[in-house]
């Protein structure tokens, strides 16, 4: 065996789970959350701009003449199930059942693709309803902005998911593909905890307010 | 047909002027040089597979610090072409577009393009060194980061020869950076270049944050690491914190000006204001991501070369920690004048003048630990020396401009231009000279000559204040920034003179330091011993240079000085026998960080003229090798035993 370089040898990882039963495995783990925290401080950034910006309709449509209950409320249903059965997956994963794991990362990609198709939707409404447009009004390039992003997240989820699917099916549960699967959860759940933000930030204010 | 084809051309070749004629057959010139002596010596396949895939931390570092010292080569070209416009009174060598153009390169170049690689370069040498680690935590995203710069870098110069310049300053504030006001495609070379780079630093601090916190020899406790890697795992705590601002704000000027939203424009509720914060909000804490790492630097230099433990090692540990924070609360003293509430301003007044403490306790542990030690005047040891004094009146009207009602007088002038070069120049080209002189043994197995060396720290450092004392005086006299030309009869001629023989003193300094590196590669000392500064640290106590696995056994720590203690041990005859080597795990090189990076600037450069047709490829490119990456499943290697004992006893290692 090679030397560990790492403070927790071989030895002491034979208990744990086995997306940190390797030094890489954990490495990229905690890795990943790091990568999240810049995340954060990105969509902050963006909630940031969009909050300065919210009142800065400059003649055009504003919040209230935008914002529709109904598909707002199925884009967050359809998420927010994405991300339980995501959840659903790594429980899998932590039981060695290649099959369900896969099968519920199959059903999240799927209300992922509901959730980016709902959401361009919504866009297309705006866009050609409204004539609400990027370019109308610091609203709402903020707000296409913010969404824009979160969603374009949510389509290279998608992507990498489905990359991963391959990857399970060829090899099956692997430390490396458990690492995998492990760290493309974390990253699911974080957008949807972004999407409760926008949820709060941008909808029901923009209702209220 | 033909009168659109010449059109299309002059604008896309910046065309008219001689010296951008110049550039363009030197940038010819090199190039063909370059391919040449490459195809005729057979080089490519070496230079693809030692260099261009290598995800070694040390070759990785010393590509960024050559890339680096070209652009601080670049940079000082457009510093120097600027001391020649203010030479005197009523020059015309270069125009205003022209010398505004200049300026923002110069100030882009500098701090992006030049400074952080450099620090960056220094700490991929020498981080996983000083914990004792075989590389870095991810040695492929660690090359993807290098290659992301290098992309920026490459596109940002090219703009002063196709398309044209920037020309809205290094922090390109909003409205005349946008689209309305800065039409061509200068401006989107600032956007993509400095984007670009961008997500390499920020895939930086994320890379060497979990190397430190995770990768440490067994032993070595957070407070018993060497000071240099303190000062990294604090920077990139603050670039994981501050870059994806930066990066939101590029993006949205991008999308301001590509696609025609309103963030920071005047019209449609735009809000020019948002950008001056979202820059500088990244903007400060930046200065200390060039600054606490060479704070490390000259704390260990320090303490070797007084030959003495690092006095209040704790205390500096938490002054940066403290600063580090500090540096996230302060970014409106960037903007005082700009029609904040007085209670505003006085917030951000104190927060500005509370980073003087900890700094200022940093100066006194310094000077401390200089206090009795046995102080040995090296070239290193020289520049950290002359840090402390010139740093320090750096520090000094920092706080003169923290205060808000006094900055009205000082804003813009050449007062302020004078400070941020006393702290740039002073405190992180000196530490970074520094580090260059003191690492240089161990990334490249020989010394660099100590005369020259002294000869080059001389002349830049006197050059130095030659150049940027009088400045203080000429922003005092009413000289503004970013001014092209001034007329006679104001009383700024002679200082102006002066300042500018200082410049081109810095030139020379900065040239005999690059005559030193060619003249010590061929004739340099070699370091035999692997320790020639009798260091305290462990990059010292392996060859010089360091073997691929860095460690051939990963050293177990007791004490802050890790690399003394094992020395006095050894000395007293208390060193135990070394064990049998192991196979070592080494990751594989890969193709990918810089085909990745092509797609990039493929990307980026079809971006800066709006070619949807170019972009869009070069995305789906970069997606493509990131897709074709996650496949990759037999990444690493093992270095076998004998192999291992081979190099060893090759560097007279094994008895
Ligand atoms: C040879 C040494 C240097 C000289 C002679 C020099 C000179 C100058 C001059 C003349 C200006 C323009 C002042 C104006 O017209 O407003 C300037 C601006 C600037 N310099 Fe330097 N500089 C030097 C080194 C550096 C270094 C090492 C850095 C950073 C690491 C740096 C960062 C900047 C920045 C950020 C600006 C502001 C650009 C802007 O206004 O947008 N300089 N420098
Ligand atoms: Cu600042």
Sequence with gaps: MAESTLSLDAKNRKNLPLEYSTEEGDLRIVGFWMFLAAELVLFGTLFGTYLVLKSHTGGGPTAQDLFKIGPVMAETLVLLVSSFTCGLSTLELRRHNKKGLITWLAVTIILGLVFVGLEANEFYTYVTHEGATLQTSAFLSGFFILLGTHGCHVSLGIVWIAGILIQLARRGITPVTARKAFIVGLYWHFLDVVWIFIFTAVYLTGWVM | ?655
């Design chain 2, 1 to 655: 047909m033909m009168d659109s084809i010449t059109n299309f051309l002059s604008h896309f070749f910046v065309t008219g002027d001689p010296m951008i004629y110049g550039a363009d057959a030197s940038i010819a010139l090199v190039s063909v040089a370059v391919l040449a002596v490459l195809t005729y010596f057979k080089k490519w396949k070496w230079l693809w597979n030692e260099w261009l895939t290598t995800v070694d931390h040390k070759k990785i570092g010393i590509m960024y610090i050559i890339a680096a010292l070209l652009m601080f080569f670049r940079g000082g070209v457009d510093a120097l072409m600027m001391r020649t416009q203010l030479a005197m009174p009523g020059l015309s060598f270069l125009n205003a577009e022209h010398y505004n153009q200049v300026f923002t390169t110069h100030g882009t170049i500098m701090i992006i393009f030049a400074a952080m690689p450099f620090i960056f370069g220094l700490m991929n040498i020498a981080v996983p060194l000083q914990i004792g680690a075989r590389d870095v935590a991810f040695p492929f995203l660690n090359a993807v980061s290098f290659w992301l710069f290098f992309a920026g870098a490459m596109l940002f110069n090219l703009s002063f020869v196709i398309g044209g310049s920037p020309d809205a300053g290094w922090s390109s504030y909003a409205p005349f950076a946008g689209i309305e006001l800065n039409p061509g495609v200068g401006q989107n070379y600032y956007v993509l270049a400095v984007q670009i780079s961008g997500i390499g630093s920020l895939a930086t601090g994320i890379n060497f944050l979990v190397t430190i916190l995770k990768m440490r020899a067994p032993g070595m406790k957070l407070f018993k690491m060497p000071m240099f890697s303190w000062s990294i795992l604090i920077t990139s705590v603050i670039i994981i914190f501050a870059f994806p601002a930066f990066t939101v704000a590029l993006a949205l000027m991008t999308i301001d000006r590509l696609f025609g939203a309103h963030f920071f424009t005047i019209a449609a509720g735009g809000s020019p204001m948002l950008w001056a914060n979202l820059f500088w909000f990244w903007g400060h804490p930046e200065v200390y991501i060039v600054l606490l790492p060479v704070f490390g630097i000259f704390s260990d230099v320090i303490a070797t070369f007084a030959h003495k433990t690092l006095f209040g090692y704790a205390v500096m540990v938490w002054s940066m920690i403290a600063i580090s924070f500090l540096s996230f609360i302060t970014w409106l003293h960037h903007f005082f004048t700009m029609g904040n509430t007085a209670p505003v301003n006085a917030f951000f007044s104190i927060s500005t003048m509370l980073i003087a403490i900890p700094t200022g306790v940093k100066i006194f542990n310094w000077l401390f630990t200089l206090n009795k030690g046995r102080i040995e005047f090296t070239t290193p040891m020289l520049w950290a020396l002359a840090f402390i004094p010139n740093f320090t009146i750096g520090g000094v009207t920092g706080v003169m401009l923290a205060m808000a009602p006094a900055d009205y007088q000082y804003h813009n002038s050449y007062f302020l231009v004078a400070h941020f070069h006393s702290t740039l120049i002073a405190g992180t080209v000196f530490g970074i000279f520094c580090g260059l002189h003191y690492w240089w043994p161990k990334m490249f197995g020989y010394l660099l000559d100590e005369k020259k060396g002294k000869w080059a720290f001389w002349v830049f450092m006197i050059s130095f204040n030659i150049c940027f004392m009088p400045m203080y005086f000429l922003g005092l006299m009413g000289m503004t920034r970013r001014m092209y030309t001034y007329p006679a009869g104001l009383g700024w001629g002679p200082i102006n003179f002066i300042m500018t023989i200082g410049a081109f003193g810095m030139g020379i300094g900065f040239a005999i330091m690059a005559y030193n590196i060619v003249w010590s590669a061929i004739h340099g000392k070699k370091d035999t011993t692997g320790d020639p500064w009798d260091g305290r640290t462990l990059e010292w106590s392996i060859a010089s240079p360091a073997p691929e696995y860095n460690f051939a056994h990963i050293p177990t720590v007791s004490t802050r000085d890790a690399f003394e203690t094992m020395k006095e041990e050894k000395r007293a005859g208390r060193a135990k026998p070394p064990a049998p080597f192991k196979p070592i795990h080494m990751p594989n090189n890969s193709g990918i960080p810089v085909i990745m990076s092509a797609f990039m600037f493929v990307a980026g450069f079809g971006f800066v003229f709006w070619w949807f047709w170019m972009a869009i490829p070069g995305v789906i490119g970069v997606i493509a090798c990131l897709i074709a990456r996650s496949f990759v499943y037999d990444d690493f290697h093992h270095i076998p035993v004998d192999e291992i004992e081979r190099t060893e006893r090759a560097a007279g290692r094994l008895s």
